[in-house]
């Protein structure tokens, strides 16, 4: 018999009995019509469960993690506003039942069990996942998360106290409202999670209000490893900046009181705090998993004796508000209702192609306000001297700083965070003087965790504004890059374009760095990047093209809701000249504000049918090296500048290639996983066009005098190019 079954049976024999688990008295605040009110949440939660894995059974439901043994949750809801943003852990349907009964107008049983058949009108996915989740009860949705939610908790707590500051025009979340995430006691091990509460604490340490809600659901075991016993108190009782507060969750009496004294605290003080929820875990880990291979009987039936729901029935007869009877048949009525919805639920039509799925990968545009930009004597007055200077060619770093302030002036929204960029302007001096010229508010030098950084950013963008967060070295990108990967490029995928977290993310990266930092200074592998679904990747050559093009990645992500990764070339940075000492040929000067190149728009310099050069970032510099002495050779070439890496401008590249003899692709980064994979195919796909490429090694950047050993250099350009239109080098 499987376990549901077992506790299920249980509880209708234990309940007909008035054979109730031992427990304390009710007393925390609820009248007796709210408690009661609890309880039908929790009945429908646990109806929705056993009803989840009968779908299953019969081929109809896709998803069987359930709630059993966490209905505890319902009183933490009812402890919150449905206005208070809320991350919730998978086993939290009974959080949102809860809130659903604080909105009006919810039908959240049908709502739900749409979400379990993969209807397509699932209001909340559209059937492309069973996550909870709710526009209406501000849940954004999370999907089998381990922790990876916590960092982006932060960052919406800290929007709530800078929109105090600076509201942004497209502000969700109200001025006294709170943040809250939830999770297992597992996932509060996991590095993700670990960072959060660090970066939460460190924050609050210093004064900076961080509203935000921890609530760690506690029931002893993740999956089939057993929590020790008193470790989530032991680690979490005494942290700096980061208060404790414990309830049994098996009593929503207890819950609620506890949770509302740490909603209080965290409301009043604007500090975060951390509730520490005792639970059980009822029927394994999910519908396939069997507790009894890794527990004992015993103990899995100790769990089962201390069913929340015969909890809650006890509650309720003690305190006069419900005889065991009644409490029954609110049961019955609850788990024949879900069947009932079911039954109907499985009818309606599911998502059938691909067009369907991918429908909302890319998020709905939204209306934003226009205006004329700053005035004349506005940018005068941030940019000071350098006015002058903008008259003169300059190398890209200074390019991107004035494009950044450009940006930062009528877009009070936008905000930098990273480490160094504020007091020290960055590594490289990309972002120096912005923090003097916007403040400590919009140019925010964070802690050293690049999954905070991210977190904070898509955080952020919950509650409006538009973050441009940095990530110091393109090697640094790699213990986060899950923020982007499962966390903010599949927001709007699993929301149906509802919710989106807009950004531009700034990676310096890339090679050819003279002697410098090897590896983890030199990372030359966008491969991580390249393979999500939705994400822009931008990455600009000259100093003009990085100015431009900036600006429409911001334009993208703040009216279009795009996130956008812009790859900096460090060794781009300073270059200044291009064949010979202070021939100054690579600077340029800062193009008007209102230029900007468009997402797809390639750069095309020479107009030769011999051979046309396709590549991006160091190897366009390369390649236009190479480029005079294959003239001299006599090869009239062109060479093509990508810019945009991802989605790749197939359609412009074509028609820029279609009256050449010969390709060749240029690509720095590593032959394995390189867009000069894509590119090959492209042509041999699309074309008849003979392509060859060059590529960096499948090896990590030396430093010292090796730096470039494993890098395309313009004379293996030059020597390839002749090879490949039929000259000999």
């Not at 001025?175 to 509460?197: E, K, R």
Request: net charge neutral.
């Amino acid at each position: 018999m499987p376990r549901s079954l077992i506790v299920h049976e249980n509880f209708l024999r234990r309940v007909a009995a008035g054979d109730f688990p031992p427990g304390s008295p009710p007393a925390g605040g609820l009248s007796n019509a709210e408690a009661v009110g609890l309880y039908r949440a929790q009945c429908l939660s646990r109806a929705l469960d056993r009803t989840s894995r009968a779908m299953q059974k019969a081929g109809q439901g896709y998803y069987t993690i359930g709630s059993s043994g966490h209905e505890g949750m319902a009183a933490v809801a009812h402890a919150l506003r449905p206005t208070d943003i809320a991350f919730l852990h998978y086993r939290d349907a009974a959080f949102q039942i809860a809130r659903a009964a604080q909105v009006p107008g919810q039908t959240i049983a049908w709502d739900m069990l749409l979400s379990f058949a993969a209807a397509s009108e699932d209001p909340i996915s559209g059937g492309r996942h069973k996550v909870l989740g709710s526009k209406a009860l501000t849940i954004p949705p999370q999907t089998s998360t381990i922790a990876s939610h916590l960092p982006k908790a932060v960052g919406a707590a800290f929007s709530l106290g800078l929109a105090r500051r600076h509201p942004p025009e497209h502000r969700a979340l109200p001025v006294d409202a709170i943040a809250m995430c939830s999770f297992g006691d597992a996932s509060a091990n996991h590095s993700t999670a670990q960072g959060a509460f660090n970066t939460a604490q460190w924050t609050a340490y210093q004064g900076t209000p961080l509203p935000l809600l921890f609530v760690c659901e506690d029931n002893g075991i993740g999956i089939s490893t057993k929590t020790p016993t008193g470790w989530i108190a032991a680690t979490f009782s005494n942290r700096p900046g980061l208060a404790y507060f414990h309830a049994d969750g098996l009593d929503i009496h207890d819950t609620f009181r506890v949770a509302r004294m740490a909603v209080d605290f965290v409301r009043l003080r604007r500090k975060p705090a951390f509730l520490h929820l005792r639970t059980v875990r009822l029927y394994g880990h999910a519908g396939a998993d069997m507790p009894t291979t890794y527990m004992s009987r015993t103990e899995v039936e100790a769990e089962e004796g201390n069913d929340p729901l015969l909890h809650t029935a006890r509650l309720l007869s003690e305190a006069g508000a419900l005889e065991p009877a009644q409490a029954l048949a609110i049961y019955e009525e609850t788990c024949a209702r879900a069947e009932r919805i079911a039954a109907h639920a499985v009818t309606r039509p599911r998502l059938r192609d691909a067009a369907g799925v991918m429908a909302s990968i890319v998020p709905p545009a939204r209306a934003c306000r226009q205006g004329n930009g700053p005035s004349a004597e506005e940018r005068a007055a941030v940019f000071g001297g350098d006015i002058r200077a903008m008259d003169e060619p300059q190398p890209m770093s200074r390019l991107i700083n004035w494009a950044l302030a450009d940006l930062m002036l009528p877009h009070g929204e936008i905000v930098l965070a990273g480490e160094d960029v504020g007091r020290k302007g960055g590594v490289y001096g990309v972002t120096q003087k912005l923090q003097g010229r916007f403040g400590p508010d919009r140019v925010i030098d964070t802690l050293l965790d690049e999954q905070a950084i991210l977190g904070l950013a898509i955080g952020m963008a919950h509650n409006g504004f538009l973050p441009v967060p940095e990530i110091q070295f393109l090697a640094y990108l790699h213990n986060a890059e899950d923020q982007l990967r499962g966390e903010a490029a599949t927001l709007p995928f699993f929301s149906n374009g509802q919710y989106a977290n807009p950004m531009v993310v700034r990676i310096a990266g890339l090679g050819y760095q003279k002697g410098f930092g090897g590896h983890f200074h030199n990372d030359n592998s966008l491969a991580v990047l390249r393979d999500i679904p939705g994400l822009v990747i931008a990455c600009p050559s000259t100093g003009a093209d990085a100015a431009r093009m900036l600006r429409e990645c911001v334009r993208l992500a703040r009216e279009e809701q795009r996130v956008v990764v812009f790859v900096e070339p460090i060794a781009l940075y300073p270059m200044r000249d291009l064949h010979a000492e202070k021939d100054g040929l690579w600077m340029t000067r800062y193009p008007p504000p209102d230029e900007r190149i468009a997402l797809g728009d390639i750069g095309v310099h020479g107009a030769g049918a011999d051979l046309a050069i396709v590549t991006y970032g160091n190897g366009h510099y390369l390649s236009r090296q190479a480029e005079k002495t294959l003239r001299e050779r006599g090869v009239d070439l062109r060479i093509i500048d990508l810019r945009w890496l991802a989605p790749l401008p197939e359609a412009a590249l074509l028609d820029a290639t279609r009256d050449c003899r010969h390709v060749l692709i240029v690509d720095e980064c590593r032959r394995t996983g390189s867009q000069s994979e894509a590119l090959m195919a492209l042509f041999a796909e699309r074309t008849r066009t003979p392509a060859a490429r060059i590529a960096a090694e499948d090896s990590f950047i030396a430093t010292g005098p090796a730096y470039a050993a494993t890098l395309p250099s313009a004379e293996a350009i030059v020597a390839r190019a002749l090879e490949l239109v039929g000259e000999k080098a």
